[in-house]
């Protein structure tokens, strides 16, 4: 009975239902009358055991899981069974009297795989605990569910081309979220949907490799691999997911440089020079960076001696550039060989060799207009000083390459001559003196000549003449500097007096020989002793006559020994003084001292100059100052126009008789009544000049006076209305006549206007002035 009881618990723990306590089992047993001593436990009531539910079932009905049971319940109804812990309620319910778990809904292992409960029986009457709290596992059991994946999908990898077989390339991984425990649910198997027969894989552990050999970037360079990874160990029926693997070849230095085509020709000018480009020449290489890099180099000795090779900055094309000057007269054409090479290559792959090639290069060396060419570059000639204007110095010489038989005109540029020392022969080239030349002053002339084709002169160039001008012995030897010196008068007789020292500005002179020669005769009071060195000693002589006071001029004669040969006399001034013991000077005679210390006679007479010019430009200036203001002065007298006399006194009129002499005014009784007629114009000169009548003085009226005087300045036609302006600067009180100012009012005296002048005879020039001050203001209606 007791093995049925056994395969009935296995067939419940296989249903998940393996949660059965033994306790109950005993008394389960008992009740069928079979006693067993290993199934009674008297110190604990119940034992758990793990209880499982299958994942993703889903019945119609609550599921029952296990069941719970414990010896203290007599089935009185009397006991409570209580579920606590994770998913009680929800997803686990328990039956209060039977114990019975049910799970009441699809579970999924891989959201959590097992749950952690807590059961409890108490009396249902007071909640009292009948059984300490015990805690048991609900497990999910794994089923088949999930596929494999692979998280770092899709992959990428590089494999070196030319590889070898096996050479691996990545290892894929694939995860399977069932159970590894439990069954083959996650046992993995790794195969190639696509891909082959390039690459292959572990089937355990997912590394790719090469399949075949040599696989060629060139050929191909990127593949396409898929692998697929299938649980259940593979087997049919196991789920299964795939990746990508893209798998590039990277490159290596497996092909050698190729020229694609075995001729180049190129063309380029005769003048072009160093370093102008010819052409480009690109060796085609199918690896890549590093692997693609090519040096060319020119093979044969002809190509290289006038034209260069070198990489670009790419390294890829070979820039064929011009070494040296090109000339088509001398040669047309240049043919040569260029090799190109890889600069980085591969001991691995020497076999696929050699990396180099070599092409044919052919240039043609095109004619262009050419300047005259010089024969040498650079001239160097020599002519003579002191020869006279004309004499033959060179000659230059120019063709012109393309035509020979072209003439070309000579000229100096006139910047390299600015003194015109020298002139070019136009046609023949030949350069002679026009100036004499002195080398003392240059010694180098440096000439630019420039030759033209007289049928072209855009077509020119230019060559440096130097001219080097030889000298000659044509300067006499001279004292280096003026010698004035002293001797004391205690000084003993062979004493040197002082170094001089010769200077020859002849080319030669300077380190030739110049002789010295001082007084001769008994009576010299110096002597002069040549060192043959260009220099000479003035001594005093052995016996010494005695010494005056005024200072000595001491003349040496000078001469030098070239041909021919040149002489001069020079002077040196000995002063005598007196010395201190130790050869200082203590005073020298007053002759010697104006001479030592003071100003020589050309300075003085210099100065005097100076003073005298100055003295004549100020008495000159002065002279001319005062002649413009005499003429200005004569000026001022016979010019009357416009004059205005100004009194600084204060004037009384007619009362003020010590101011003004009223007798200078004319009697207006002895002036002549207005000549009939109409009035004579006044901006003309008259033809006849009308002689005055003499006018008696007498005592009048100054108002009438006045008026008298206007009118008859109006009406003289002889001369031109001029003015002549008096100003009072004060007037008498009491005068009879009115204010002379035509803007006085009327009403300053008494309110009573004065009746209106008669301004209309002014002419039409002072209508408008009459209109103003002269029209009487209409009356007020």
């Known amino acids: 009975m007791w093995g049925l009881v056994r395969l009935l618990l296995a067939w419940l723990g296989g249903w998940g239902c393996m949660g059965h306590l033994a306790a109950p089992a005993q008394a389960w047993a008992g009740s069928r009358g079979h006693p067993g001593p290993a199934l009674l436990r008297t110190r604990r009531s119940w034992v758990w055991n793990q209880f499982f539910v299958i994942e993703e079932y889903a019945g119609p009905e609550p599921v029952l899981i296990g069941k719970l049971h414990s010896d203290v319940d007599r089935g009185e109804g009397r006991t409570k069974y209580l579920l606590t812990g994770e998913g009680a309620g929800t997803v686990f319910v328990i039956d209060e009297a039977t114990g019975n778990i049910h799970v009441t809904k699809s579970l999924d292992r891989e959201e959590k795989a097992q749950y952690v409960l807590l059961a409890q029986a108490v009396d249902r009457a007071s909640n009292r605990p009948l059984e300490p709290p015990s805690e048991f596992i609900i497990k999910v059991q794994d089923i088949n569910d999930n596929p494999p994946i692979f998280p770092l999908g899709p992959y990428h990898a590089t494999v070196p081309e030319m590889s070898n077989v096996g050479t691996s390339v990545i290892q894929v991984t694939a995860h399977?979220?069932?159970?590894?425990?439990?069954?083959?649910?996650?046992?993995?198997?790794?195969?190639?949907?696509?891909?082959?027969?390039?690459?292959?894989?572990?089937?355990?552990?997912?590394?790719?490799?090469?399949?075949?050999?040599?696989?060629?970037?060139?050929?191909?360079?990127?593949?396409?691999?898929?692998?697929?990874?299938?649980?259940?160990?593979?087997?049919?029926?196991?789920?299964?997911?795939?990746?990508?693997?893209?798998?590039?070849?990277?490159?290596?230095?497996?092909?050698?440089?190729?020229?694609?085509?075995?001729?180049?020709?190129?063309?380029?000018?005769?003048?072009?020079?160093?370093?102008?480009?010819?052409?480009?020449?690109?060796?085609?290489?199918?690896?890549?960076?590093?692997?693609?890099?090519?040096?060319?180099?020119?093979?044969?000795?002809?190509?290289?001696?006038?034209?260069?090779i070198s990489t670009d900055s790419q390294g890829q094309d070979g820039l064929l550039t011009v070494r040296k000057p090109l000339d088509f007269e001398s040669r047309h054409s240049y043919s040569f060989r260029v090799e190109a090479t890889n600069t980085l290559i591969d001991p691995a792959y020497l076999r696929r060799g050699p990396f180099k090639d070599v092409a044919s290069v052919r240039v043609v060396v095109q004619d262009a207009p050419e300047p005259p060419a010089f024969t040498q570059a650079a001239y160097h000639l020599t002519v003579p000083e002191n020869k006279a204007p004309g004499t033959l110095v060179g000659?230059?010489?120019?063709?012109?390459?393309?035509?020979?038989?072209?003439?070309?005109?000579?000229?100096?540029?006139?910047?390299?001559?600015?003194?015109?020392?020298?002139?070019?022969?136009?046609?023949?080239?030949?350069?002679?003196?026009?100036?004499?030349?002195?080398?003392?002053?240059?010694?180098?002339?440096?000439?630019?000549?420039?030759?033209?084709?007289?049928?072209?002169?855009?077509?020119?160039?230019?060559?440096?003449?130097?001219?080097?001008?030889?000298?000659?012995?044509?300067?006499?030897?001279?004292?280096?500097?003026?010698?004035?010196?002293?001797?004391?008068?205690?000084?003993?007789?062979?004493?040197?007096?002082?170094?001089?020292?010769?200077?020859?500005?002849?080319?030669?002179?300077?380190s030739s020989h110049v002789s010295f020669q001082g007084p001769l005769g008994p009576d010299a009071n110096f002597t002069v002793r040549d060192n043959r060195d260009g220099s000479a000693n003035l001594l005093l002589p052995s016996r010494p006559a005695p010494l005056r006071q005024a200072p000595y001029l001491v003349p040496i004669e000078l001469w030098d020994w070239g041909q021919p040969a040149l002489s001069s006399t020079a002077t040196v001034t000995v002063s005598v003084c007196r010395c201190q013991p130790d050869g200082s000077v203590a005073s020298c005679w007053p002759e010697a001292h104006l001479s030592a210390a003071g100003l020589s006679t050309g300075a003085l007479l210099a100065i005097i100059t100076c003073v005298g010019a100055l003295l004549a430009l100020v008495v000159l200036f002065v002279a001319l100052r005062r002649q413009k203001q005499e003429a200005l002065m004569v000026l001022e007298e016979e010019d009357v126009r416009e004059n205005i006399i100004t009194y600084d006194d204060e004037g009384g009129g007619e009362e003020d008789t010590e101011a003004f002499d009223i007798t200078a005014l004319q009697n207006p009784d002895g002036a002549a009544p207005p000549a009939p007629g109409p009035p004579a114009r006044r901006d003309v000169l008259p033809?006849?000049?009308?002689?005055?009548?003499?006018?008696?003085?007498?005592?009048?009226?100054?108002?009438?006076?006045?008026?008298?005087?206007?009118?008859?300045?109006?009406?003289?036609?002889?001369?031109?209305?001029?003015?002549?302006?008096?100003?009072?600067?004060?007037?008498?009180?009491?005068?009879?006549?009115g204010s002379l100012s035509s803007l006085g009012s009327g009403s300053e005296a008494g309110g009573v206007p004065s009746p209106a002048e008669p301004l209309d005879d002014w002419g039409p020039l002072f209508r408008t002035l009459a209109e103003l001050y002269g029209a009487k203001e209409p009356l007020a209606p």
């Not at 072209?406 to 001559?417: C, E, F, G, K, M």
């Not at 180098?444 to 003449?465: F, K």
């Not at 005055?692 to 031109?720: K, N, T």
């Not at 302006?725 to 009879?736: I, K």
């Open 176 to 308: 399977d979220a069932d159970d590894p425990s439990y069954g083959n649910s996650a046992k993995l198997v790794y195969t190639v949907l696509d891909g082959l027969p390039f690459f292959s894989v572990d089937p355990q552990t997912g590394v790719v490799r090469t399949a075949i050999p040599n696989m060629d970037r060139e050929t191909q360079e990127e593949f396409l691999v898929v692998i697929q990874a299938k649980d259940m160990g593979g087997h049919m029926g196991g789920l299964s997911g795939s990746t990508t693997v893209t798998v590039t070849l990277s490159d290596v230095n497996d092909n050698p440089p190729k020229f694609p085509q075995s001729l180049y020709q190129f063309s380029v000018v005769e003048t072009a020079g160093p370093g102008t480009l010819v052409g480009r020449l690109r060796a085609q290489d199918p690896d890549l960076g590093d692997n693609a890099l090519m040096a060319y180099s020119i093979l044969d000795g002809e190509g290289s001696e006038a034209f260069s």
């Open 395 to 510: 000659q230059i010489s120019a063709a012109d390459l393309d035509s020979p038989a072209s003439p070309i005109r000579y000229s100096i540029l006139p910047h390299s001559d600015p003194e015109r020392c020298f002139s070019i022969q136009p046609e023949e080239g030949t350069i002679h003196t026009a100036a004499p030349l002195d080398r003392e002053a240059h010694v180098w002339h440096n000439l630019t000549v420039l030759a033209t084709e007289l049928d072209s002169s855009a077509q020119a160039s230019r060559v440096q003449v130097a001219i080097q001008t030889l000298d000659e012995n044509d300067n006499a030897p001279q004292l280096a500097e003026p010698y004035d010196t002293f001797v004391c008068d205690s000084a003993a007789p062979g004493q040197l007096i002082q170094v001089i020292r010769a200077l020859d500005r002849d080319e030669a002179g300077n």
């Open 687 to 737: 033809r006849a000049r009308v002689s005055r009548q003499p006018r008696p003085p007498g005592p009048a009226d100054v108002a009438q006076l006045l008026a008298l005087r206007l009118r008859e300045a109006d009406e003289d036609p002889s001369i031109p209305p001029y003015d002549s302006v008096q100003v009072y600067g004060y007037e008498g009180r009491g005068s009879s006549c």
